[in-house]
């Protein structure tokens, strides 16, 4: 995924039961110019705000939040975000901590490595405890993977680590993979069945809009057809300058893109 882009998640939702809604969900974290956490919540128009990027971890690296000019997380200066974030949630908007992106430092070497970046994640951004939480006492919903390079073992391990922390409060589990399936780096760990949404990027990619909305239905058919979520969504650009291609204008997804995908079986 492009670092520093306003990105935008939209806007069809297919449930399990083959029901419809729309949903939409949005990357914050990386460009400044998007406001802050708690106006991109007051807008109303967003399920899901996914905070981006937790880019280091793995490799027993010290784990690393990059949030562009918003806050510096080394000199404690994202606690205030707390605040944000509880007003995000007041608002019923899911607010999850994103792993991984486009230029992190990344991989998990083993088993145990997975276990113990789990465990990193649930003390500092989830349920747990711990005297380093970047965010001060906010609990954010869960944890969305965004894992774009390294080394695509363990996943699966991590992700149910995170689930079994779902006993006393929900662990949301969300995944971004490149529309391509299989995704190359986080096949085996969607595979487990417990992501709770997907969104596929449908940009930057063979598979994103080049003029042929039928191209983009086979993919996401692919998608639905072969993995278990709770729900899957579009995963597009909230404008052009955003990536380098695969923007899909307001009238051609209304009219040619969406219509295509309701009458995906």
């Not at 990619?205 to 086979?218: D, I, P």
Request: include cysteine; proline fraction near 4%.
């Amino acid at each position: 995924m492009p670092k520093r882009i306003f990105l935008l998640f939209l806007i069809l939702s297919i449930v399990t039961n083959q029901s419809y809604s729309g949903s939409i969900s949005i990357y914050w974290g990386q460009n400044v110019k998007e406001g802050t956490l708690a106006d991109t919540c007051t807008t109303g128009k967003f399920d899901y705000v996914i905070i981006a990027f937790l880019c280091v971890f793995g490799n027993n690296k010290t784990p690393a939040l990059d949030l562009d000019d918003h806050c510096d997380p080394s000199t404690n200066g994202c606690v205030g975000l707390a605040d944000d974030i509880r007003s995000c949630q007041s608002k019923k908007v899911k607010v999850l901590l994103s792993i991984g992106g486009g230029d992190g430092s990344y991989y998990l070497t083993s088993s145990d490595d997975a276990k113990k970046v789990a465990d990193y994640l649930w003390n500092n951004y989830l349920g747990g405890k711990s005297d380093s939480r970047p965010f001060g006492d906010a609990v954010l919903d869960g944890i969305d993977f965004d894992i774009e390079g390294g080394s695509p073992q363990h996943y699966d391990e991590l992700a149910r680590r995170l689930k079994n922390y779902s006993s006393a409060k929900k662990v949301y589990l969300t995944a971004a993979p490149q529309c391509l399936f299989p995704d190359a780096y986080m096949n085996q760990a969607l595979l487990t069945g417990i992501f709770d949404y997907i969104w596929m990027q449908f940009y930057n990619n063979y598979c994103e809009y080049e003029g042929n909305a039928s191209q983009v239905k086979a993919t996401w058919g692919r998608w639905t057809n072969n993995v278990t979520a709770t729900k899957f969504l579009l995963g597009l650009l909230a404008s052009p300058e955003a990536a380098r291609s695969g923007f899909i204008p307001k009238d051609v997804l209304i009219l040619q893109v969406l219509p295509l995908i309701k009458k995906t079986p």
